[in-house]
């Protein structure tokens, strides 16, 4: 009993760790695309929309993108507001993007509401800013009452909104159903198999680039995982898959689930420290440590063992990382798969504000960006829109960050060098992936 008790206090939190694709070249024009209601105002030299086509049309594969040449304060003020399932720093860090966003674009700010992790008290939440007369949400909740939530949500058309970190999914399950169920909204996010199968790949190259001599024997293969959560097992199942291709066999290779002990930094030591501990043999190991927190007990279970100097870890994420390196600490702990809290908060609120503007809708928002698979069942066509990453290391963090405050227009970095950097230093935008509506 205490262990399922465990688990459901576990599921309670996953969420907030799901988010946090590859970089790549800027997303190639779609064809000018009609479809959305009214039009964006367009006095004096503001075009009629955010990023519109050349002849003045809207483009739905740009819209929710910010235009510097648009016009804002031209339009209807609406409140808006993000309300998350916690209060952490993670979750902090995406309200500083929403409130940023929000006066970009001329919303009326309504603040950053935390559930701290009760299902209950966020379903109440959710309605007090109904009932307040706020009409565009990003909502953060645990995945499993996404479906409670968008019922709520469906109740009230005039609300429009989207959710940060996993995507909205209404929990059915059956042949050929996604896992979680069929979206019910559009997603902005990543492909979490293929977090972590780059994640592990990161961690295979450094001991290929460090010690190519040494037989893959010598490393132990580590993987974190929450299985109850199924995003975070898909970067389980992308790091085991790339572990095999790359050494050829998985007899080295050790999974450690989280669940029953916590998705946390000593979660993390927990789970991986019996399997280093007992696994004396290894030199060395390579791990895809699932998210930051439990990166960083992975990471610390290594040096205690005294393992640090042929050991690697890297993750899908990374604002522990850079706590971590701002602090002056360097161990294991060595990379982060990263895409700015301003980038994401920027796409998720554009399509919120479109909504809110009567130029589109979930359903037709990014139409160069529907999974051929999974895009909300048989007649519906939900988008999955891709943010752009970036390895982040002790040489270039800093860079990258500040260059997220000079594209948004931002001060969260300040202390940071900006010399050198533009706007285009690095790209705001993922490619289309192959198989997807735009890149068939």
């Known amino acids: 009993m205490k262990k399922v008790l465990a688990i459901l206090i576990a599921l309670v939190m996953v969420f907030a760790l799901v988010a946090c694709g590859n970089g790549g070249s800027d997303t190639p024009a779609p064809p000018a695309s009609g479809g959305g209601g ?50 952490g720093p993670l979750y902090q860090q995406s309200a500083v993007g929403y409130e940023h966003w929000a006066g970009m674009r001329n919303l ?27 009409q565009g949400m990003v909502v953060d909740p645990d995945t499993t009452i996404i ?116 998705l946390n930094m000593q979660g993390g030591m927990d789970a991986s420290a019996p399997i280093i501990s007992m696994n004396s043999q290894y030199k060395g190991w390579l791990v895809m440590g699932l998210i930051d927190d ?30 971590q390196w701002d602090g002056g600490q360097h161990d294991a702990f060595r990379y982060a798969l990263y895409a700015g809290p301003l980038l994401y908060s920027e796409a998720v609120s554009g399509a919120v504000y479109a909504y809110l503007m009567g130029w589109t809708t979930p359903e037709e928002i990014w139409p160069s960006w529907i999974h051929p698979t999974d895009h909300g069942g048989a007649g519906k066509s939900f988008s999955q829109f891709r943010l752009p990453t970036t390895w982040m290391t002790p040489d270039n963090y800093k860079r990258y960050l500040a260059w997220c405050d000079i594209y948004a227009g931002g001060n969260a970095y300040p202390e940071y060098p900006r010399d050198g950097i533009t706007a285009s230093t690095y790209t705001p935008h993922a490619p289309i992936p192959k198989g997807f509506s735009g890149n068939p």
């Open 147 to 262: 479906p409670a939530v968008a019922t709520l949500l469906s109740r009230h058309p005039d609300v429009k909104w989207g959710t940060h970190m996993a995507a909205a999914r209404d929990g059915t399950t059956g042949a050929g159903v996604p896992v979680g169920g069929n979206m019910v909204n559009n997603y902005v996010g990543f492909d979490n198999y293929g977090a972590g199968y780059e994640t592990a790949q990161k961690v295979l190259d450094w001991k290929i680039e460090n010690f190519p001599d040494e037989p893959w024997s010598s490393f132990g293969l580590l993987a974190l995982n929450f299985s109850v959560s199924p995003p975070l097992a898909e970067r389980e199942m992308g790091a085991r898959d790339i572990f095999l291709e790359v050494t050829g066999s998985l007899d080295h290779y050790f999974e450690a689930d989280c669940v029953g002990i916590g």
């Open 294 to 323: 439990t990166s960083q007990g992975a990471a610390a279970i290594i040096s205690q063992q005294g393992l640090e100097e042929m050991s690697c870890v890297a993750t899908f994420g990374g604002s522990g990382l850079i706590r």
């Open 38 to 87: 009214g039009g964006g105002g367009g006095g004096g030299n503001s075009p009629p929309f955010p990023n519109a086509n050349p002849d003045g049309s809207i483009n739905l594969d740009t819209v929710a993108h910010y235009d510097h040449n648009y016009d804002y304060t031209q339009n209807e003020r609406f409140k808006f507001a993000y309300l998350a399932g916690d209060g």
């Open 108 to 134: 009326e700010w309504q603040g950053f509401t935390s559930a701290n992790g009760d299902t209950d008290l966020f379903m109440v939440q959710l309605q007090n800013l109904i009932d307040q007369g706020v």
